[in-house]
């Protein structure tokens, strides 16, 4: 994960450009900044076109146990090494005694083996692919939802409070956000997948979704934490804060009712692009076995099972690299659509993967 | 990504303290090339240029533990004794190396003499004393080399090993005679294989006590080590000193066709398999991998490669001390459940299905298979026992296919009905980790077992006795502890092997099948793959020490 902790230049923009402009043809007036958002969005064909996308992928993990049971007629982790399959008159090994897998099949077993076998446990690639994306963006968007409630609650807290609140904060996530994020999460995958974690009343076992989900949730933090903190930085000081101290609201009601609502489209954007990166972490993390455990799949383990076979069997790593890329990319196009529609004065650039940038010089 | 299936289990098994591993071999056709080692159709000399896919444990004869450690040094640390140049059956024969023959046992087995032949030199030119023998053995002992436990037998010994200080009370030398005698606690049946290990291969008094890796010590063999460079690579030449003297003292012993080797390290086997196919390299000690295999051996088998068996095991264990697999039907169960033909596929035919404790090529091996695979069986008998706890954890390390066995095995139990978890440790710290009491849910797991040497003693005394059961670096899994076997397992260590001491060997293995504290499921296969340069049919592979230097030779 490369992380530009250079801010981008904002380009001045003058009074004027403050203004949300309306799309041509939609008339501003009588509409809610959320519709205004929406026609902007489905203007962006492309966006639309990767949500779709995301959309069908997410549909396709979710049919994983239709094809299961009814298809290929197998589970996940079932091997099959010393089975033969009968096509027409012709009898196939699942695994040859050379320890070579099958290579897709396509629909001539009848959708078994439609990507062939996954190694030399034989089991079916194509229930693996379909049950390994349930877990890929499980734990991707899991993650995603725990960083940036996190991510609110400490930019709100510190952005709000500000003194010594915001010192201890702050500097914490500089501290997390200055380790080597990818080598710490990879020793401390290694390290919990071995004895699960205890903290407390809470146990989690060692094989647990629960351990890759946490450690990559932690260790994104500050990359939405910090961006938050400046936005609320400058939000309050608006008018509307100061006037609802004035009302009387507490703290509390401030942070949550008055800035937070301010804070939805910033929120939105960050959440859909952490899905992506925070997927990638979760490929990466179980390419070098630190994520999610076997048996069970995830796209980056499989990845990493097809790596061995790569000369042979090439497909065994392409197909689930394929299915990263194509959900990392609809995520991240979709991702910049919502800020563009959200957002059109582009305070806040941020590509996920290649770094989230706090805005420099929010003053709205 | 890719590590070699040896280094991992060798060095993880070397962690094992009493009586650890190593070694690997034996094969099927014996005869191939003698002896002698003298050259075949070949030309003399040339130098030859091979690959290793990691640098050896240690490049000193005192502390190496590892497969790579002993075919990289067989041929330079000739110990009292050695074993024959030969591949299978009859490379498992002690024969005298630096000893004029082999010892003289007396005093009811308890004392062994041997005499020094005269006029040995070291690689330096130093005359080879008596007196070195127990100075190399003190300096194993004193760095604490993964061998010194097999020497503890030696009288005064282990209390050497506790206070390093002063000598070893069972060891005496004459070095004007040559007179070499060892005094142990008890008789033993094995102390002329440890005699042959190189761990007990005599180096120069004032040697430092320390790791030499990077600066190996003068040798008494053919060749010496002229660099090294851990991580790297190392370099051999002739030993001056060898044609001159010890050559004439050991006539037997062969003097190695070429001139001298240069090893490369090149830690990634598919480009080690690139560039023996191209000819940039001559040999390459470690086997293809997993991917490449059945092509390079549809490819090359008979011309430049071959396969080559070895004495070892692999097994799941189950922990007898614990439910459920503390009754003999479930584990009965499991090893019908555990299909040795699966698992030869998950090998890539590098395993051959075996069912029973002593490997092929092991002096008492007798084929038999107890629990012919049967799935419905299984479940049957699992149901029949009725455990109480269903709830287990299976455990195997990271090494490729070692994980997917596990898998496997995890999967098979599930499918009997058992409830699993399945617990996958890096491999460099697998045997620590399994072999700590204190592990929490050591229920069932995967292993191997690679001899040390060519003595059914050594699969039943580490692995299945009851004194073998240590609170960490145990090396009995199972934890299975039944008195009479184990004292039948010490009476047996005592005696020399012979005809009558092989099938009680025989009989042992099949008793302990009968308890089932393992699901063995097969013994491995390696490889020996060279360039169209070298002559293949005169290599020779040791069952303990692989491919020995002096048998490879260029083509014409």
Redesign the interface.
């Known amino acids: 994960m490369a992380i530009d902790p250079q801010p981008e230049a904002v380009t001045a923009e003058g009074p004027g450009a403050d203004f949300p402009s309306a799309p041509a043809g939609v008339s501003a007036e009588g509409h809610g900044p959320w519709y205004l958002a929406f026609k902007r969005f489905t203007r962006n064909r492309v966006a639309v076109a990767f949500l779709g996308l995301f959309i069908l992928i997410v549909v396709f993990v979710l049919a994983a146990p239709l094809w299961a049971d009814h298809v290929a007629h197998t589970g996940p982790?079932?091997?099959h090494?010393?089975e033969k399959l009968h096509v027409g008159d012709e009898v196939r090994e699942v695994?040859?005694?050379?320890?070579?897998p099958i290579g897709p099949q396509w629909f001539e077993a009848d959708g078994k083996f439609f990507l062939g076998a996954d190694?030399?446990?034989?089991r079916d690639e194509m229930v693996r692919l379909m049950y390994g994306g349930r877990t890929s963006l499980l734990v991707g968007i899991g993650s995603a939802l725990i960083t940036t409630a996190m991510a609110i609650l400490l930019g709100l807290l510190s952005g709000y409070f500000r003194g010594w609140v915001d010192t201890v904060i702050a500097r914490t996530l500089d501290v997390l956000w200055s380790l080597p994020v990818f080598l710490v999460g990879l020793a401390l995958g290694?390290a919990l997948a071995?004895g699960g974690l205890k903290i407390g009343p809470l146990e989690i076992?060692?094989?647990s979704l629960w351990i890759p989900v946490i450690v990559i949730s932690v260790f994104t933090v500050p990359y939405i934490a910090r961006p938050i903190r400046g936005e609320v930085l400058a939000l309050s000081e608006k008018e509307f804060v100061e006037a609802a101290i004035a009302q009387g609201a507490g703290p509390l009601r401030v942070m949550f009712s008055e800035i937070l609502p301010n804070l939805a489209s910033t929120v939105i954007v960050f959440f859909t692009l952490t899905i992506a990166n925070n997927m990638l972490f979760e490929a990466g993390l179980s390419f070098?076995?630190a994520g999610v455990?076997?048996?069970n799949s995830s796209w980056g383990t499989m990845i990493?099972i097809g790596?061995?076979?790569?000369?042979?069997q090439p497909l065994l790593a392409i197909i689930p690299g394929v299915m990263i890329l194509l959900t990392v990319l609809s995520l991240n196009i979709v991702g910049d659509g919502l800020r563009d529609a959200l957002d059109p004065r582009s305070k806040i650039r941020l590509e996920a993967h290649a770094g989230m940038v706090e805005p420099k010089g929010s003053s709205v | 990504?890719?590590k070699l299936y040896l280094i991992a289990t060798v060095i993880g098994l070397a962690a094992l303290s009493s009586v650890a591993l190593v070694a690997c071999g034996g094969s099927d056709n014996s005869s191939s090339s003698g002896s002698s080692g003298n050259s075949g159709d070949g030309k003399e000399g040339g130098i030859l240029n091979a690959t290793y896919a990691s640098f050896p444990d240690y490049m000193d004869p005192a502390l190496s533990y590892t497969a790579e450690g002993w075919t990289a040094m067989g041929e330079v640390y000739i110990p009292l004794l050695t074993y024959k140049h030969a591949e299978g059956a009859e490379g498992s024969i002690v024969e005298p190396g630096l000893a004029k023959e082999m010892p003289k046992i007396s005093n009811g087995g308890k004392t062994y003499t041997l005499f020094l032949r005269p006029g040995l030199k070291y690689s330096d030119g130093t005359p080879v004393k008596a007196s070195d023998v127990p100075y190399s053995i003190k300096r194993m002992i004193a760095l604490s080399s993964g061998g010194s436990p097999f020497y503890y037998k030696i009288v005064g010994a282990e209390k050497y090993a506790e206070t390093k200080k002063g000598d070893i009370p069972g060891i005496k030398t004459n070095d004007k005679t040559g007179e070499v005698s060892f005094t142990l606690e008890k008789p033993s049946g094995t102390f002329t294989n440890e005699l042959a290990l190189m761990f007990a291969a005599p180096v120069p008094t004032g040697t430092p006590i320390e790791d030499e890796s990077a600066n190996p010590p003068p040798g008494t063999g053919p060749y010496t080590i002229t660099k090294s460079q851990p991580g790297k690579g190392w370099e051999y030449a002739r030993n001056p000193y060898w044609a001159k003297d010890n050559s004439k003292a050991m006539p037997d012993y062969p003097t190695g066709i070429i001139d001298g080797a240069k090893i490369t390290v090149i830690r990634n086997p598919?480009s080690q398999v690139n560039d023996i196919e191209q000819g940039k390299y001559d040999w390459m000690q470690n086997p293809p991998?997993?991917?490449?295999?059945?092509?390079v051996?549809e490819k090359y088998e008979g011309s430049q490669f071959k396969v080559q068996s070895t004495i070892s095991t692999y097994y799941f264990w189950m922990n007898t001390t614990k439910p459920p697999f503390n009754d003999v039907k479930v584990r009965q169960a499991v090893n019908y459940a555990v299909?040795p033909?699966?698992l030869?596929?998950?090998?890539?035919?590098?395993i051959k299905g075996t069912h029973q404790i002593l490997p092929p090529g092991m002096p008492g091996y007798e084929k038999f298979d107890l629990y012919p695979h049967s799935m419905a069986k299984a479940k049957e008998m699992l149901k029949e026992a009725n455990p109480s706890d269903l709830d287990i954890t299976v455990w195997t390390d990271?090494e490729?296919?070692n994980?997917?066995a596990g898998?496997?095995y995890?999967?098979v139990l599930k499918e009997m009905g058992f409830n699993t978890?399945?617990?996958?440790?890096?491999a460099d710290n697998y045997f620590t980790?399994i072999g700590n009491q204190t592990t929490p849910d050591l229920d069932t797991g995967w292993s191997d077992w690679f001899e040390d040497y060519p003595h059914p003693n050594d699969f039943f005394q580490p692995l299945l006795s009851g004194e073998s059961i240590l609170p960490t670096n145990n090396g009995n899994f199972a934890n299975i502890d039944e008195p009479a076997l184990n004292k039948e397992i010490a009476d047996l260590g005592e005696e020399q092997l012979g005809p009558e001491q092989e099938s009680a060997y025989s009989a042992l293995d099949k008793k302990y099948m009968e308890l089932a504290p393992w699901a063995p499921y097969g013994t491995r296969t390696l490889s020996t793959f060279v360039s169209s340069d070298i002559n293949l049919e005169n290599i020779i592979y040791n069952p303990t020490f692989f491919e020995y230097l002096t048998s490879f030779e260029f083509n014409e």
């Open positions: 982790n079932k091997t090494t010393l695994v040859t005694p050379e320890g070579r190694s030399r446990l034989g290694v071995v076992a060692g094989g070098l076995g455990q076997p048996p990493s790596e061995e076979l790569l000369t042979t | 990504m890719k598919q991998p997993a991917d490449r295999y059945t092509e051996k299909d033909a699966a030869e596929r998950i090998y890539s035919g590098q990271t490729s296919p994980n997917e898998e496997y995890e999967g978890k399945l617990k996958i440790i890096n980790v």
